[in-house]
């Protein structure tokens, strides 16, 4: 869907709490429609809460934040699924939230499952599943919500690297789908360069570079092994231990 404006825009948003501590200051990020972009820093650089920030579970202290996307998913580091309940009940939960007519909901669940890979494991609970297939039941319960913009707070950060990339090639394979818009928040530069139109690089709590990813979708496995990638995953690396070391020097001080 075509909204006026981006899907999310900050602009100049600062996140100072009572204590003292500044978590961002005088971040600006937009997020066009359809448009995937992902933010990679070092650990304690703001990215979680920005990310917070643009769900609306925080509010700035300074600045704005704008979302013309109505429909919100937040996908979390820990797939936080109920283990009382069946991943078919898990991925209608979002839908019972909103109130949705059974029929509905567990349609709209069914078909997320299905896109992910896991209609035959609809009736087993969580704890039957690995890692991976409980991180697809968490992308399959925001799907079912049908996101016009879907928010990433490290999702495979916890799972092994081959189950990593592969979920990473599911995930791209939902964008190009669907099209939402889409912000990351990663470690990993080599995942941000594989999923993303845009690389955002943040340290000191304000982002400090930012590297376009033209490669076009779909993208194959194999292009990791590209120079272009190759190029791309060595300027972020770049920007990153730059503003590290920025970050360190201010630190010392």
Not at 68 to 93: K, Y
Not at 110 to 129: C, D, M, N
Not at 224 to 232: K, Q, V, Y
Request: hydrophobic share 45%; proline share 6%; aromatic share 6%.
């Amino acid at each position: 869907m075509t909204h006026d404006g981006p899907a999310l825009a900050l602009e100049s948003v600062g996140m100072h709490y009572p204590t003292g501590t500044t978590a961002l200051d005088g971040v600006s990020l937009r997020v066009g429609d359809g448009e995937f972009v992902a933010v990679v820093g070092p650990s304690g650089c703001g990215k979680s809460t920005l990310l917070r920030l643009a769900a609306g579970l925080l509010t700035p202290t300074t600045g704005t934040v704008a979302r013309s996307a109505a429909r919100l998913g937040f996908v979390f580091q820990d797939p936080t699924l109920l283990p009382w309940r069946t991943v078919r009940r898990n991925v209608e939960l979002s839908g019972e939230l909103r109130d949705e007519p059974v029929a509905q909901r567990r349609e709209r669940a069914a078909r997320a499952l299905a896109r992910v890979g896991l209609a035959e494991a609809a009736e087993q609970l969580p704890r039957t599943l690995s890692g991976g297939m409980r991180m697809r039941v968490s992308l399959a319960r925001t799907l079912a919500g049908q996101p016009e913009l879907m928010l990433f707070d490290e999702p495979f950060g916890s799972l092994d690297e081959i189950t990593r990339e592969r979920l990473g090639e599911e995930l791209q394979a939902l964008y190009v789908a669907d099209r939402f818009a889409g912000l990351l928040v990663t470690h990993s530069v080599a995942e941000a360069v594989f999923l993303s139109q845009r690389v955002v690089v943040m340290a000191d709590r304000r982002i400090v570079g930012e590297v376009g990813v033209p490669l076009p979708y779909p993208r194959e496995p194999q292009v990791r092994f590209l120079p272009e990638f190759t190029a791309l995953t060595a300027q972020v690396t770049g920007m990153l231990r730059a503003g590290s070391a920025e970050q360190a020097v201010a630190v010392a001080r």
